[in-house]
């Protein structure tokens, strides 16, 4: 099946840099990543998605990146601020195997 | 936009009990939902998919009699926690996409943290 792999596993930045999160993946088939927010005590939310006919999908402050050649994609999150900190999780191919999470700290 | 609501959010019982666990799309149409189980800090972990008039499918590993899944119609599924013990304590988390193939999002209701004493 599907193997998804996720780093990195905590990322504490300060408030204004950027964070990326990386995901790879082993389908080759695979043609859609999203990427989903975590909140405490609360359920997944999608934040932003690309499928495989694009290479870049930008979204205000959030940007996913896919290479397809190297089976990976990342996302990208400029001028960070405290409410962006979460657990970001990505997702594989299917939608059914989520990588392991990454817990993103924004200092202020 | 598309959403997903779960009930109840929390739920204390005692062991040997059982719990059930609504997971409803508002407003679309799923003939499939998926049933996840989150532990502190870790990832979340398919225990089913729920097929609209069908049986539902399990993951490798999850018992299908201690965790009974009911899709009866296109807008609810049900997980039910049969003869609760502590280590079934978890948050569940429910989700769906729109009908409309494997590349539409997938929504997820907002959990149920279930503690069995």
């Known amino acids: 099946g599907e193997n998804v792999e996720q780093h990195p596993s905590t990322l504490s930045v300060q408030e204004g840099d950027s964070a990326v999160i990386k995901c790879t993946y082993s389908d080759s088939a695979s043609n859609y990543f999203p990427w989903y927010k975590q909140e405490l005590g609360k359920g997944p939310q999608l934040i932003i998605d690309?499928?495989?006919?694009?290479g870049e999908k930008k979204d205000q402050r959030i940007a996913v990146t896919l290479n397809k050649t190297a089976k990976h994609f990342s996302l990208h999150i400029t001028e960070t601020q405290p409410e962006d900190s979460a657990v970001y999780f990505c997702?594989?191919?299917?939608?059914?195997?989520f990588g392991a999470g990454t817990i993103l700290r924004v200092k202020s | 936009g598309a959403v997903v609501s779960q009930h109840p959010s929390r739920v204390i019982c005692k062991s040997g009990t059982s719990v059930k666990i609504e997971c409803r799309s508002l407003?679309?149409?799923?003939?499939?939902m998926f049933w996840y189980r989150q532990f502190p800090k870790k990832s979340l972990m398919l225990m089913a998919t729920s097929n609209e008039g069908s049986k539902a499918t399990y993951e490798q590993g999850v018992e299908k009699d201690k965790f009974l899944i009911n899709h009866a119609s296109l807008t609810l599924s049900t997980l039910t926690v049969t003869s609760a013990h502590p280590e079934d304590s978890s948050f569940y988390i429910c989700?769906?996409?729109?009908?409309?193939?494997?590349?539409?999002?997938?929504?997820f209701g907002n959990g149920t943290r279930l503690t069995v004493t």
């Open positions: 407003d679309f149409q799923a003939t499939t």
């Open positions: 997702a594989g191919a299917d939608k059914l195997v």
């Open positions: 690309i499928r495989s006919n694009v």
């Open positions: 989700s769906a996409s729109p009908p409309d193939g494997l590349n539409s999002p997938l929504h």
